[in-house]
């Protein structure tokens, strides 16, 4: 162990798997005391057994609804009390709905932005006061290479306006931020497996599950490319960083894709 987060107390959304979870053992190992949460009761509990059987220190409160403000206050609240204050918030979690404009409904458009915007915003507003009581500290949120470009075959047109406003949320915190001493960064993943990219985007019959052919690097990501990231800009190796989008994608976004042969 390194200690990278030595003493650092890290709250965690949506740490039943995939890039929870992945962020989860990774800022336990480097000496971090997380406090995780989840709607998925069973794999949040399943991550807080990862992270103790290889000796690092979680907590978490699940099921969770982070749509709910009191549960929300009441988490963080707990949270930065049992623990003596906060110092990093990782707004990981998120569930979205996928359709183009014209099949989008106005219930699906609300579901995503409770679910990729108002939670986000929840989390660290009860979050705020407890880095500004500790003298600052880092708050990461998660973008998507869809606020920053269209796409042809994912039609996501709600998903594009949530992950859109959370790269402008990250400038703004930043902005906020700054005198109290809180940096506040965002991560913009491509396409990663996880379990929920495998059951619709990466299926057998969606035209995005070609997509390493297009990506630079010839790969798709995995959860533990989001996490290294995610632990630079949690960590004061990235003191002086606030206010980025660190896109994460393999060079997808940066490359127009070649020549069909």
Known sequence: MSGRLAGKIALITGTA????RAAALLFAAEGAIVVGTDVNAEGAAETVAMVRAAGGVMDSTHPLDLADEAGVRAWVDTAAATH???DIVYNNAGATRFAPLTETSYEDWSFVLRNELDIVFLVT???WPHLIARGGGSVLLVGSTAGITGSITNHRIAH???KGGVVAMTKQ???EGAIHGIRANCLSPGMIRTPASESNLLGPDHPMR???ASIPLGRIGIPEDVARCALFLASEESAYVTGANL???GGWSAVLPGAVD
């Open 160 to 162: 594009t306006a949530t």
């Open 210 to 212: 070609t997509i390493a």
């Open 173 to 175: 915190l930043a902005a």
């Open 84 to 86: 003596g204050g906060l």
């Open 247 to 249: 896109v994460i994608d």
């Open 17 to 20: 798997g995939g890039q929870g």
């Open 125 to 127: 507003r009860h979050a």
